[in-house]
């Protein structure tokens, strides 16, 4: 079963600012998009090839509670990993939000299409195949964040290098 990671960096569609990118762990790709349609197609064809595919947003996919011992004053505070970029931050409660919007109807229209697809947010159930779809959050920031482009390259934008310890797209 081959692996493929589709990551969507969360945009406004009205503004072209939305795009996706999809690697193979065999090298082929990258194949892009620049809107959540096309996403769910290749999201579809991915798996219905059979293949184990993790899907990452490039948006807070979880809000962190504080715990009890940490109280109140934890509250909207940076999980561990974001540095003096917290996810309740302008551009991560923007993210947030959009990515709310985007993921809701990219896994809607997902559902419509393979509705059997079963799905997980846990890396481990996923790479011992109980789940064919994983979830997850892909953070950019900073140093990491990629240089713009002129506008009339827009559609290329997205060509990010795969996860860590992945042969997959290079």
Known sequence: MSVRVIVVDIGSVKTSRFGWAAFAEDGDGPVTGDNPESCVDELASSLGAGSLVALLFEAPMAVPVPSAATGWRGLGSALVGEGNRAWSAGAGSGALATGLAQGAWILGELAAT?????????????????????LA?????????????????????????????????R
Request: net charge positive; glycine share 8%; charged share 15%.
């Open 114 to 134: 393979r509705p059997t697809t079963t799905v997980t947010t846990q890396v481990t159930g996923w790479h011992m195949k109980l789940a064919q779809l994983l």
């Open 137 to 169: 959050e892909a953070f950019v920031s900073g140093d990491a964040k990629p240089i713009p482009v002129p506008p009339e390259t827009a559609h290329n934008r997205l060509t990010p290098p795969p996860p860590p310890g992945s042969s997959c797209g």
